[in-house]
Structure formats: structure tokens, C-alpha cells
């Protein structure tokens, strides 16, 4: 099964295969397709919003469950689908621009609090489901306090940049801290093997299998703040404006 949302992240129409069909206990149809561009939620991303065409059926993508290795389906239909059906998957492409938009602007605000921040640990993000809000969380050194305007002034430095969001495979991670000194990795999630690293040209790289906005700029309308403090962890939100049509 290849996951084609990690190759080419724009495509939001696939025709494929039924690979194999289960139905819950509970009834719920769980299919595993050939190929998929559905990503389901992961690293703080929420989920495609999607549908599964069939024999003239719509079978709207209820969420995605991962079991043996592979990523299973749930599927709102009564209709009944065979191993070995060809369906079309559709998911909703405007949507996962924004959430594209949304996670490139978490990398970047992580790489700018780190300039500020010395202890700085990065410890996971959180996305809204419509991709317009975001909220990093970090770990620093007592007594840090963050600083917003420089933080946004950071940021917004990268955007006018129109900075390249490069996708670059490395064999194990002591590769990718060769091809990044800088790397940002958290180490809690102990990676190993093969990674995939998103490089922010110049700025920020670090481990990440989620979508992406192609170049900084499409980070344009960002508004930083308000931050909290919930014991050692530092939170910092963010909203996007909407992206413009046909981008
Ligand atoms: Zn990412």
C-alpha cells in the first residue's frame, strides 16, 4: 500500500482497489485500499475529510484506525464493497491546504521560540480541525519568558523570504544530523531507522510525516498569540487568515 500523500501531497482524487474489507462489530465497514491519499490524524494534524465512490454509492471517510501495519477505513455506507472493487477516493483538497498552511506555521514558530528560548525542547502540536488556529507546546529553562513580537517578527521574516519546505529522506537519524547540525528532534519520540525530514530552508528541519505548505509564503496573514504556562510547558497559539483562492 502506498501512501501517496507523502510523495505528492496536492493530489486529492485516486482512482484504486479494494486490498481488504472487515466489518466491525459494532457493523461499520473498514476497508484497506491499494493506495491511499486520505491522512489520517497524526503528530497534532487532524484528519482528511474525504468520500469513497463505488458502483454509484458515496461512502463518506468516517476516520482511519491503524492495525497490523496497515491503515483501515471507516466507511458510513450500508452498501456492500468486495475485495478487489475499484472505488475512487476523494478527499477535500481546500482543507488540507489549510492544514498544510497550519502545520508549516508550527515548524516555524517552533524554530523561532527556540532562537529565544535556551532549554528549549519542542513537545508536540496541536492543529484545529478547520486549520486556522494552531498551538505549539515547548519546554525551556526556569525563569524563560517568551517574546511574541520578536517571536512573529521571526516569522514573519521567513515569509517575506518565501522560503522553500523541502521533503528529504535520510537512512537513520545520525544521517539526517549530518545533512542538519541543526536538527530539531523531540526526543521522546524515539525515532529510528529511516526518517523523514522537512527542511525549512535555512530555518528549521526536523522529523515530520505530515502535509506541508510548499514555500513560506503561503504562511501570509499570521497572527502569534496568546501564550500560557501549564507547569514546565510553554503554549503558544497562532491563527492563519484564509488562504486566497486558488492557491
Ligand atoms: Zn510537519
Known amino acids: 500500500m502506498a501512501n501517496i500523500y507523502l510523495t505528492d501531497q496536492t493530489r486529492d482524487v485516486l482512482d484504486t482497489l479494494v486490498d481488504l474489507v472487515n466489518y466491525t462489530a459494532e457493523g461499520v465497514l473498514e476497508v484497506v485500499l491499494r493506495d491511499t491519499i486520505f491522512r489520517p490524524a ?3 494534524q487532524p484528519a482528511d475529510t474525504g468520500v469513497v465512490m463505488f458502483g454509484g454509492a ?7 484506525v491503524k492495525r497490523d501495519g496497515k491503515a483501515w477505513l471507516k466507511l458510513q455506507t450500508s452498501a456492500a464493497l468486495l ?8 478527499i477535500d483538497g481546500a482543507r488540507r ?7 508549516t506555521l508550527t515548524h516555524i514558530m517552533m ?6 528560548a535556551s532549554g528549549f525542547a519542542s513537545k508536540g502540536a496541536a492543529i484545529a480541525e478547520d486549520g486556522r488556529s494552531v498551538e505549539i507546546r515547548f519546554m525551556a529553562d526556569t525563569g524563560y519568558t517568551p517574546d511574541l513580537p520578536a517571536a512573529e517578527a521571526w516569522i514573519q521574516d521567513a515569509i517575506n523570504d518565501d522560503l522553500p519546505v523541502d521533503i528529504i529522506h535520510a537512512k537513520d ?3 539526517a544530523l549530518r ?3 541543526e536538527l530539531r528532534v523531540d526526543p521522546d519520540l524515539g525515532l529510528t531507522g ?6 525549512i530552508f535555512g530555518r528549521d528541519a526536523n522529523p515530520c510525516s505530515g502535509t506541508h505548505a510548499r514555500s513560506t509564503a503561503e504562511l501570509a496573514g499570521l497572527r502569534l498569540g496568546p501564550h500560557r504556562q501549564v507547569d514546565d510547558f510553554t503554549m503558544i497559539s497562532a491563527h492563519l487568515a484564509e488562504a486566497p483562492s486558488g492557491t
Open 97 to 103: 491546504r489549510q492544514l498544510s498552511r497550519a502545520h
Open 83 to 90: 475485495r478487489g472493487s475499484k472505488v475512487q477516493i476523494q
Open 42 to 44: 497524526g503528530g497534532g
Open 173 to 175: 537519524m545520525s544521517a
Open 58 to 64: 458515496e461512502a463518506p471517510i468516517a476516520g482511519a
Open 179 to 181: 545533512a542538519f547540525p
Open 194 to 199: 529511516k526518517v523523514r525530514i522537512v527542511s
Open 111 to 116: 524554530a523561532a521560540f527556540r532562537q529565544q
